[in-house]
């Protein structure tokens, strides 16, 4: 869908030059194509193009003297190298209307599942005219596995000697005194 969209330039932008039109990527740059600016009982030029909404385009004012000239009030601008000119740049927006059906779309698409909350221990009493009792929620049994227990080890004071394995042999105190 096709928005018109008025740009304008103000009196001082316009340097003593007659004439000025509007060429932007909307018309491929193409003075051809462009629109002309008219001239208004202000001193501003206006010009009116039919832009497609949703787009961004990039856009300058060339004037009859030969002078490039930037719109005052863009919403943005963007540096082109190899000409080290900054175009202005304007975004269209959608329509409300497009912009609901987008996202009527979306939700569409969205897999969401609604889950209804069990009332029934409010029903019985709101039936009575009383407030609602809300239950506390049961507690799940849980089983507990218990980890099997571990055997105590027992020290081995065993000396391995070749195959054979000798048991230790208690030494008994014994005080010396030198």
Not at 60 to 87: C, I, T
Not at 118 to 138: F, I, Q, R
Request: hydrophobic share 30%.
């Amino acid at each position: 869908m096709t928005k018109n969209i008025t740009f304008s330039l103000p009196a001082e932008a316009v340097e003593g030059a007659s004439e000025a039109i509007l060429l932007g990527d909307f018309n491929n740059w193409n003075p051809k194509k462009a629109p002309k600016l008219e001239k208004q009982a202000d001193g501003t030029y206006k010009a009116v193009a039919q832009l497609e909404e949703g787009k961004t385009y990039h856009y300058r004012f060339l004037l009859d003297n030969g002078k490039w000239v930037n719109d005052y009030h863009a919403q943005n601008y963007e540096y082109v190298p190899g000409l080290y000119v900054d175009n202005c740049v304007i975004t269209i927006p959608q329509a409300a209307e497009e912009n609901k059906k987008a996202q009527n779309t979306a939700s569409e698409t969205t897999n969401t599942k609604v889950v209804k909350a069990d009332d029934s221990a409010t029903d019985k009493s709101s039936e009575k005219g009383e407030s609602p009792k809300t239950k506390a929620p049961k507690k799940a049994k849980t089983e507990k596995a218990e980890a099997p227990k571990a055997k105590k080890a027992k020290p081995v004071n065993a000396k391995v000697v070749g195959d054979n394995t000798e048991k230790p042999v208690k030494k008994a105190a014994s005080k010396e005194k030198k």
